[in-house]
């Protein structure tokens, strides 16, 4: 039999957590192959949180209860990935909030996604069959909505609906292993971290449908502009995506300005001056990949280097027959004098999607 351990951090949660405690060991007889675990991370409540969790650990055995100082979702939930896997040994861990908000009839449908072979099930509000409160204001939809559409643009991952929600299940090797990672993060972008961890550590991801209640005790603690903040400055900074924008825009510096002193001071042939700038931004663009936008995949040992570096332009020579060919085609049909419009809507429209892809299916493949 497997052992789930469902964790569910608190902060002055006794309206919610006795009838939580109750509905998620209800949850038992439905998944008969696994053994239901709950603990508890109360941050010192003041409105006798713990005290009713104590309670209910005459009655239930596998409730168990973490006390620690109050710092954060995040800290809470590390604390608790820690104290499971110090004591508890689960082979998965399931998360969930204590005001309500998620319900526990889904737990077996987590469980049975898990089954089918997933290591990270998401929770997700965005997908058919999933929805987030009719009365939550404007503001905060924009806030919940616009938070998920800008991770998923920012890493380049449409095909995960949902980045924000806390309610997931995580086998124990990609909790363990994300420790290091997420311990870095507090607030609700810690939530973010670890699906980025995971996918970055090949993890099979899925989602379920889940419908968002409204918390029937107490408030949020969401602070709207230090979760904005913080999504934003980790999505800038972990995507490598937005790295690769970011070397592709130093490639384009490089190209174009060896292309005008080669082109405008130097009077060379347009397609060699190309060439040359073309080949020049390529070296430039293998080195800061490499080294940045890729660090997480990034090549190893010199004659994998030098190979996928060989690899590596043969593939982008492709760019460079395309940006050579295609500018002297438009200076063919409309003139030499604006090469350098033509330069920029080849690099845009073609040259980085084109790179993009095959950069990624043949250079920094995944480990």
Request: positive net charge.
């Amino acid at each position: 039999m497997r052992k789930v351990v469902i964790i569910a951090p608190t902060y002055n949660e006794k309206g919610s957590i006795e009838h939580l405690i109750e509905e998620i060991f209800d949850q038992q007889k439905k998944v008969t192959n696994w053994e239901i675990n709950i603990l508890v991370v109360d941050s010192h409540s003041t409105d006798g949180t713990a005290e009713a969790v104590k309670k209910l650990q005459k009655k239930h055995s596998g409730l168990f209860l973490m006390e620690t100082e109050k710092e954060g979702l995040g800290k809470a939930y590390l604390r608790g990935f820690n104290y499971c896997e110090e004591k508890l040994s689960p082979y998965l861990i399931i998360q969930i909030d204590a005001d309500g908000q998620h319900d526990p009839k889904k737990i077996p449908d987590f469980i049975k996604k898990i089954e089918d072979g997933a290591d990270f099930v998401i929770g997700t509000r965005y997908s058919k069959g999933g929805s987030i409160p009719k009365n939550w204001g404007f503001h905060r939809k924009i806030l919940s909505i616009g938070a998920n559409i800008f991770v998923r643009i920012g890493f380049m991952k449409p095909g995960v609906t949902e980045w924000t929600n806390g309610f997931r299940a995580m086998k124990s090797w990609v909790v363990k292993g994300s420790l290091e990672h997420i311990k870095n993060f507090s607030g609700y972008v810690f939530q973010i971290a670890m699906i980025d961890y995971a996918l970055k550590h090949n993890a099979k991801i899925a989602e379920i449908p889940v419908d968002f209640k409204e918390r029937k005790f107490g408030i949020s603690k969401i602070n709207a502009f230090q979760y904005s903040s913080q999504t934003v400055f980790y999505v800038l900074n972990h995507s490598s995506f937005i790295k690769y924008i970011f070397v592709g825009l130093s490639g384009f510096v490089i190209d174009f300005g060896i292309s005008y002193v080669g082109i405008e001071k130097a009077h060379m042939i347009v397609w060699v001056a190309t060439v040359i700038s073309s080949e020049t931004a390529i070296v430039s663009n293998f080195l800061l990949n490499n080294f940045w936008s890729f660090s997480h995949k990034k090549l190893e040992g010199k004659f994998n280097f030098l190979v996928s570096f060989l690899k590596f332009n043969l593939v982008s020579s492709g760019s460079v027959v395309i940006q050579a060919a295609g500018i002297q085609l438009f200076v063919f049909l409309f003139g030499r004098k604006l090469w350098y419009l033509y330069k920029v809507l080849i690099i845009l429209l073609v040259i980085i999607p084109y790179s993009y892809i095959l950069y990624n299916k043949f250079i920094w493949k995944n480990k």
